[in-house]
């Protein structure tokens, strides 16, 4: 797939999607922090559903701590690993009251260093809290890439590189938000919706696949 090529794919899919942005429900740095280490292998519905309820009494450091591991729990439950994200959330509460004043920071290796953050979970604090062009490799982009051509790698960190290098500037902002929403809505795993599709003629998914 040429330059030009992917530029009109962007276009399409900033079309079909004119306000790319996260599902997850947040109304502060911190909060989509603790959404975004609750949705690892977890829906964003799930997580949602989760945090009305949480962030309705606790949505800062302070009160996060002031709940305790096992009364996080009892607001997380319901999510996947529950148990391993409420003790990451207490030891990510702390460092952030103990270095960075309970703010969230705003570098990479800073975020890596706060417990149940990886470079996934940093990606997205960067891009949706920051406005930096990052792009977040979760399974919808990783299947997404690959399928269509915008990538061909194994690892996600190759397909970020990859995404990073061929993603022309002006979409870089929103190309996190474009490939997930497209991959959850419209290029499924199981069974895409190719005739939906308003990709599909850059797709080299759907060229092998129909000719």
């Known amino acids: 797939m040429n330059s030009s090529m992917i530029s009109r794919l962007f276009e399409q899919l900033a079309i079909a999607i004119p306000e790319p942005k996260t599902e997850l429900i947040y109304q502060s740095h911190f909060e989509l922090l603790i959404s975004v280490v609750l949705s690892a292998q977890a829906t964003d519905k799930s997580v949602n559903k989760a945090t009305e309820k949480l962030f309705a009494v606790a ?13 996080l729990k009892n607001y997380i439950k319901t999510i996947g690993l529950f148990n391993t994200k409420a003790k990451n959330i207490i030891l990510l509460c702390k460092k952030l009251l103990e270095f960075y004043n309970g703010e969230v920071p705003h570098t990479r290796s800073e975020l890596e260093s706060l417990a149940g ?17 990052t792009i977040a490799v979760d399974t919808h982009i990783f299947r997404v890439a690959n399928r269509i051509g915008l990538a061909h790698a194994e690892t996600v960190l190759a397909v970020e590189k ?5 993603i022309p500037e002006k979409f870089k902002n929103d190309a996190h938000h474009l490939l997930i929403l ?5 290029c499924m795993a199981r069974k895409p919706l190719c005739e939906n599709c308003v ?7 759907f060229q092998l696949t129909t000719h």
């Open 182 to 186: 497209h991959g959850r809505y419209t």
């Open 162 to 166: 990859e995404l990073e290098r061929v």
């Open 59 to 71: 949505n800062t450091p302070e009160k996060i701590l002031e709940l305790g591991e096992d009364g």
């Open 199 to 205: 990709i599909s003629r850059y797709c080299e998914f």
């Open 117 to 133: 953050v990886g470079r996934k979970t940093a990606n997205v604090i960067l891009n949706t809290a920051f406005g930096e062009p």
